[in-house]
């Protein structure tokens, strides 16, 4: 019921933050080699590391998160930011430790990082082994075969097809319970801070095809929730060549929720601009595609947002946000902001203060602008807020953002709402978290009879600025 063909006509069926480096580890291994593996920046990175997982296990390599029994040790970085550049650079001075522990070991550089810097990164970092950007994972294993022997290995070539749409990732850190899912590459807006479309390259949609089928596959091994992923999943434009039928990211949200009524359906980022009154009601007819929305609102200021190249201003966003509570009441709604950005004044940062509360996002991700070598804005724009300015700025859209937060989360005191149980709580062995279907966490004590995968009835009792606390009062309907 879940397996699909490229020949199969979809219309027949009833039936897509930034993340500290974390050690990524599967246990088991499939060959005689291992290789050990740091991921940084957005979830794109997180399951990019899953498909060179893949390729490598192909070669005979597993994952270990032991970084001195590594044959290999790999960095997949992220240039979001200078300090996620500096994080990487401290990062490869532990590499070079362990090197010299274990002489012999190959040390890779993947990812954003590898393909904003490309040659110049061999010539400052002699430790590192290969360079190896976003679209050239399919090359490891010749990269790899050079390296060892002897031979410094370097592919940051960018594609315009390259999707990895038939490479299954080989999971790392799972719980079994929620995965990623990329359903596009590249980014072809131009928001002038940003360094991804010049290290990510040209938007590519994957076939819809090889989404479901992964989507499904995952349904049958047991996972209960997926997030389809791409840095502007509201232009997801995918046509067949030969019948022409095209599907777009409305529908294919409502394909991969019709892949089983228990299985949540999650998706990130939306881009205000592109996000479609056809997406908001797919997603409110679906009761397993979750009310949440991350709409990143970057600014609060129409001037900033003309600057920043985001192409809507204050009122379009705002229109958007009404839409989204008029067609979806309970929808959750989260945001990105950057505070200090070339020129902003103290007027306009007031502007970015009022849409957090406005808007009443449940949760933002917050920076401070960060010049990024190469952009628009690095070209046009004088960086001209002070760094202190920048960081009070920030601090005080932090802080509103934790009240905004909590009086949201009061208003949840009290409900019962369906939890997709998700695993221990990180601070009480004694204690599960999950989550709600608006992303917020909830902590409930373990009770006898559930299991994490499980969809459970919880009773809000409590809450703080950032998670909900409550109890387990039943199976909710949807659980196995
Ligand atoms: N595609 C997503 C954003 C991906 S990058 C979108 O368009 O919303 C994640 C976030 O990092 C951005 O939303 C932005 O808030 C932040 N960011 C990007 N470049 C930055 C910079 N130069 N300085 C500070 N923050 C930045
Ligand atoms: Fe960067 Fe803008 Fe693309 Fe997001 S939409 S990845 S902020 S260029
Ligand atoms: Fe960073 Fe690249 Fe993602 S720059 S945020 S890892 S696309």
Same mark, same amino acid.
């Given at each position: 019921m879940h397996k699909y063909d490229k020949d199969r006509a979809l219309v027949d069926r009833q039936i897509l933050t930034d993340r500290q480096g974390e050690v990524m580890d599967r246990p088991g291994r499939v060959g005689d080699k291992s290789f050990y593996i740091e991921s940084y920046g957005c979830q794109m990175n997180f399951a990019d590391s899953e !498909? @060179?997982?893949?390729?490598?296990?192909?070669?005979?390599?597993?994952a270990t998160a032991s970084m001195d029994s590594a044959d290999l040790i790999l960095i997949n970085t992220c240039s979001i930011r200078e300090k996620a550049e500096d994080t990487v650079r401290k990062r490869l001075r532990i590499f070079d430790k362990a090197k010299r522990r274990r002489p012999g070991t190959l040390v890779g550089v993947l990812g954003c990082m590898a393909e904003r810097l490309k040659k110049k990164f061999l010539e400052e970092e002699r430790l590192v082994d290969m360079v190896v950007g976003p679209d050239a994972y399919r090359d490891l294993p010749a990269l790899l075969a050079s390296a060892e022997e002897g031979q410094k290995g370097i592919n940051v070539l960018l594609s315009r097809e390259? /999707? *990895?749409?038939?490479? &299954?990732? @080989?999971?790392?850190?799972? =719980?079994? @319970?929620? &995965?990623? !899912?990329?359903?596009?590459?590249? $980014?072809? =807006?131009? $928001?002038?801070? $940003?360094?991804v479309p010049f290290t990510r390259g040209r938007e590519r949609s994957r076939d819809p095809y090889s989404v479901i089928a992964e989507a499904s596959q995952l349904y049958e091994q047991g996972y209960k929730?997926?997030?389809?992923?791409?840095? =502007?999943? +509201?232009? *997801?434009?995918?046509?067949?060549e030969e019948s022409g039928e095209s599907v777009n990211f409305a529908r294919l949200l409502g394909l991969v929720a019709d892949i089983g009524p228990d299985l949540r359906v999650r998706f990130s980022t939306s881009h205000p601009k592109d996000i479609t009154d056809e997406v908001l009601h797919t997603i409110a007819a679906y009761r397993n595609i979750c009310d949440y929305i991350h709409l990143p609102v970057q600014s609060g200021s129409s001037r900033i947002l003309s600057r920043?190249?985001?192409?809507?201003?204050?009122?379009?966003?705002?229109?958007r946000v009404e839409s989204i509570y008029r067609i979806i009441p309970d929808c959750a709604i989260s945001s990105d902001i950057i505070t200090g950005f070339c020129g902003e004044t103290e007027e306009e940062h007031r502007e970015t203060l009022s849409m957090v509360e406005w808007a009443g996002y449940t949760?933002?991700?917050?920076?401070?602008?960060?010049?990024?070598?190469?952009?628009?804005?690095a070209r046009k724009y004088e960086d001209d807020v002070d760094l202190a300015t920048k960081k009070r700025r920030l601090a005080e859209v932090i802080d509103l953002q934790r009240t905004v937060s909590h009086q949201h989360n009061l208003r949840d005191v009290g409900k019962t709402m369906e939890i997709l149980l998700e695993g221990r709580s990180k601070k009480s062995d004694r204690h599960w978290k999950g989550r709600n279907s608006q992303n917020k966490i909830v902590i409930?004590?373990?009770?006898?009879?559930?299991? !994490?995968?499980?969809?459970? +009835?919880? #009773?809000?009792?409590? /809450?703080?600025?950032?998670?909900?606390?409550?109890? !387990?009062?039943? #199976?909710?309907? *949807?659980?196995?």
């Open positions: !498909i @060179v997982a893949s390729i490598l296990a192909d070669i005979g390599y597993s390259e /999707t *990895y749409a038939d490479v &299954a990732p @080989v999971r790392l850190n799972s =719980n079994g @319970v929620s &995965a990623f !899912i990329s359903i596009m590459r590249g $980014c072809d =807006n131009m $928001c002038s801070f $940003c360094v929730e997926v997030t389809l992923l791409g840095q =502007n999943v +509201d232009s *997801y434009q995918w046509s067949h920043m190249n985001r192409t809507y201003d204050r009122e379009w966003y705002m229109e949760m933002s991700y917050m920076f401070y602008y960060s010049e990024r070598p190469g952009t628009l804005a409930m004590p373990m009770m006898d009879g559930y299991a !994490i995968g499980d969809y459970v +009835d919880v #009773k809000i009792s409590d /809450t703080t600025s950032a998670t909900l606390l409550g109890d !387990i009062i039943q #199976k909710s309907q *949807y659980s196995s």
